[in-house]
């Protein structure tokens, strides 16, 4: 018997609440049969994509990903199902949807991400996504108690030989599934923590900077001349910005008039930690920010992503014959290097890059050749 089904997000308007709010469900219809299941999520009418079934906006956002998610557990299931000859119905679905299996990875692991994301950034929400995107490759049927050293030991192997992943990404997604395990004991899901038997990967990550003479080299570049002068003046100028202030990416891109007090410092909260930054602003930081005034704009800089920055700060570093491959978030490194090479007090180091610990604030101050032989040539003893 060939059965036809489809699967799609719907905001119930019929069921509007007092605040404006609607349900979202999920209709399901096998052979013109339609059962509509509740996703426990809510959105405005007018924020609603009809056509796409999802909430306007980004298709990356959190409800948008966990609705595509849901949606495409359930096609899943159903061609599953089909594979094996199983007649579909709406019965067949609705106890696939509701049942109480706790075990299952997937519905445990959307538990743990709803309560999580309320508590991280966008950036750090897409690394959980990418998790589990990674174990519905490795194993679409996995259940909780599954999860065992063995278990870890293959689905690393896995992504070692699946994916080109780097050794941050390796460490992340092993970092994000010992969140997940934590909770799933909290949950009496697990008994104990087989991460304990299991040896995490390093994250070599590399903390590389300019050097002052290369800075003075990026802010002496003239760019009148060069192709798209125009768009390589604001990546230089958010970069040189960032280089003064030791500010994210994220930050310099959202970076707000109404977060700059006086001309005299920024208050801001983060985005990727929402720790508050209250950084003073240096005499180059506030010439950069009056180039900007004249637009009269709701933030400081025009719209650049990331990867436009990175693209144009490669042809900067060529322009100026720097032989390195120059990224906006070495920036970051470099505020915090000079500040050490500079001796800046660590501790006001830590608060300027907003730093919950010390150890986060060392990681960043790597300190240059130049500066080590600068401390060992003080030494008298030594000469």
């Known amino acids: 018997m060939n059965q036809s089904f489809s699967v799609k997000a719907i905001l119930r308007t019929d069921k509007k609440r007092k605040d404006g709010l609607c349900p979202i469900h999920y209709r399901v219809i096998i052979d013109k049969k339609t059962i509509k299941l509740t996703s426990g999520e809510y959105e405005l009418e007018s924020n609603w994509n009809k056509k796409d079934g999802l909430v306007k906006g980004s298709k990356t956002s959190q409800i948008n990903c966990l609705l595509d998610s849901q949606v495409a557990m359930l096609k899943d299931f159903l061609r599953q199902q089909k594979s094996i000859s199983t007649t579909l119905s709406t019965d067949l ?37 990418l998790l589990k995107k990674r174990i519905e490759q490795y194993r679409p049927n996995l259940k909780v108690q599954d999860i065992d050293v063995r278990f870890i030991e293959n ?3 896995f992504l070692r030989n699946k994916s080109v992943i780097s050794d941050a990404g390796l460490f992340n997604r092993h970092k994000n599934l010992k969140a997940f395990i934590r909770f799933a ?26 050097t002052q003479q290369e ?11 060069y192709k798209n002068n125009t768009g390589l003046s604001i990546t230089l100028d ?14 310099v891109q959202n970076l707000k008039w109404s977060s700059i007090i006086n001309m005299q410092y920024i208050k801001m909260d983060t985005q990727k ?48 014959e ?11 490194h470099t505020f915090a290097t000079i500040l050490a090479d500079e001796n800046v007090n ?30 060992v040539n003080k030494i008298n003893i030594f000469n």
């Open 93 to 129: 679905v609705k106890a696939f949807y509701s049942k109480d299996d706790k075990d299952d990875f997937f519905v445990a692991y959307d538990t743990f991400c709803k309560r999580k994301f309320k508590e991280v950034s966008l950036g750090t929400q897409k690394h959980y996504l």
């Open 155 to 157: 689905f690393d192997a």
């Open 185 to 210: 004991i909290k949950q009496n899901l697990l008994k104990s923590n087989p991460y304990e038997d299991f040896k995490m990967p390093k994250c070599k990550q590399k903390f590389e900077h300019i």
């Open 215 to 225: 800075l003075k080299k990026i802010k002496e570049l003239d760019l009148t001349g």
């Open 238 to 251: 958010m970069f040189l910005f960032s280089c003064y202030t030791g500010m994210r990416c994220s930050d």
């Open 273 to 320: 930690t929402g720790a508050q930054l209250v950084m003073p602003l240096s005499r180059l930081a506030k010439l950069i920010l009056m180039r900007y005034k004249k637009y009269k704009s709701e933030y400081v800089f025009p719209k650049r992503t990331n990867e436009c920055l990175n693209r144009n700060l490669k042809l900067i570093a060529e322009y100026c």
């Open 322 to 332: 720097i032989d390195k491959k120059i990224t906006f978030h070495m920036a970051r």
């Open 346 to 375: 660590p501790f006001h180091i830590a608060k300027l890059m907003t730093h919950s610990n010390m150890k986060q604030t060392m990681t960043y101050v790597n300190s240059s050749a130049i500066s080590l032989e600068a401390s």
